[in-house]
């Protein structure tokens, strides 16, 4: 079956640590997107990727980095820079004009 | 920039009836994309419908139908004949058209429909 995977779905940090969250897809999409949600909060944009090695930053870029060296994955990586982490992280990929998204991580910083 | 707002942060409807969202946005672009997503409780983003700018008739998925108005920017989501499976929260969502188009949305803030028993 073709689609985007996300692990882990639960993931725990210790503040001051840095967690990377993965992000893989088998549709052969070019570009892909990472959001964040917050409650009460629609989805907003950290990073985005459409093509390979190129990836641009988002409306909350601050405290996270991202890699592009594959068609099929992206994974996003929280630092220790970023002030509130804790939160559901999506992960989206695109084909002409619909996003496809991923089931999700819920960060949880104690 | 472009902005997307949902003003109903929480709706309910008894089940079998219509209920409709509203969702309004801002944008000085001609060409572009609406969208309203579901996200149930397991948090799966699912697309319920989008709507091309340049197409006048109004888009229809099954149950799920939108009222788009160009001039106005408001794109409404109506339901009809609820479900209790259709308990989500929704969102209203914009795509940007142009050349250079980047294909990131932009989302409003969300309404939580309750469709009750």
């Known amino acids: 079956d073709g689609g985007i995977t996300q692990s882990p779905k639960y993931l725990f940090r210790k503040e001051g640590q840095n967690v990377t969250l993965s992000c893989e897809q088998n549709?052969?999409?070019?570009?892909m997107y990472w959001y964040r949600q917050d409650p009460g909060q629609g989805l907003r944009l950290i990073y985005y990727?459409?093509?390979?090695?190129?990836?641009q930053k988002g409306d909350i870029a601050e405290g996270y980095s991202v890699s592009r060296e594959k068609k099929e994955s992206f994974p996003l990586t929280v630092t220790s820079a970023q002030k509130n982490p804790t939160a559901f992280y999506l992960c989206a990929s695109r084909r002409n004009n619909e996003q496809f998204f991923g089931p999700g991580t819920r960060l949880t910083v104690l | 920039a472009q902005t997307v707002t949902q003003s109903q942060p929480e709706m309910s409807v008894q089940e079998a009836e219509t209920v409709t969202l509203s969702c309004t946005y801002d944008t000085s672009e001609s060409n572009y994309y609406l969208f309203w997503y579901k996200q149930p409780p397991s948090r799966q983003m699912i697309l319920v419908i989008r709507?091309?700018?340049?197409?006048?008739q109004n888009a229809t998925e099954n149950r799920f139908s939108v009222n788009f108005q160009k001039a106005a920017k408001s794109f409404s989501l109506k339901i009809s004949d609820s479900q209790l499976g259709d308990t989500a929260m929704y969102f209203c969502a914009f795509m940007g058209g142009g050349s250079g188009n980047t294909g990131k949305l932009i989302f409003g803030q969300g309404t939580t429909l309750q469709v009750k028993p």
């Open positions: 549709l052969n999409h070019d570009a």
């Open positions: 990727s459409q093509i390979v090695n190129d990836f």
């Open positions: 709507q091309e700018a340049y197409k006048q």
